[in-house]
């Protein structure tokens, strides 16, 4: 069983940061890549970051220059720094693993439960 547990979420004011992680945990033999979605109410869930598993990072545009992803494989986390935060960037942050579990011959795709960041003007 494979459990993806995001943390960090909270209410930060505007120019504010805060640090999401996303945490693997079960019988993981290895994660291809791992993307960041967030869903605002009423909208429909976006692309927000992805990072593979050489490092190769993705951003949306809207986050460019101010989000950054990373990832610790030896912990099974990746983390979204997100800094001067704005107030469109409220939305619940979900992050998606696609992962080899052990003894399993072919990757499958894993979503979190999602994290609330609520930034205030």
């Known amino acids: 069983q494979v459990q993806l547990v995001e943390s960090g979420g909270g209410l930060v004011q505007a120019g504010g940061s805060l640090r999401l992680s996303c945490a693997a945990s079960g019988s993981i033999f290895s994660i291809n890549f791992v993307h960041w979605y967030r869903q605002a109410p009423g909208k429909e869930r976006d692309f927000v970051a992805a990072?593979?598993?050489?490092?190769?990072?993705t951003y949306a545009d809207s986050v460019k220059g101010r989000f950054t992803i990373s990832r610790d494989n030896a912990k099974n986390t990746v983390y979204l720094q997100m800094n001067s935060l704005k107030p469109e960037d409220t939305a619940v942050y979900y992050c998606?693993?696609?992962?080899?579990?052990?003894?399993?011959?072919?990757?499958?795709?894993?979503w979190g439960q999602g994290t609330q960041v609520t930034v205030s003007s």
């Open positions: 998606n693993a696609d992962l080899f579990r052990v003894g399993s011959p072919g990757s499958r795709s894993y």
């Open positions: 990072i593979t598993r050489f490092g190769s990072t």
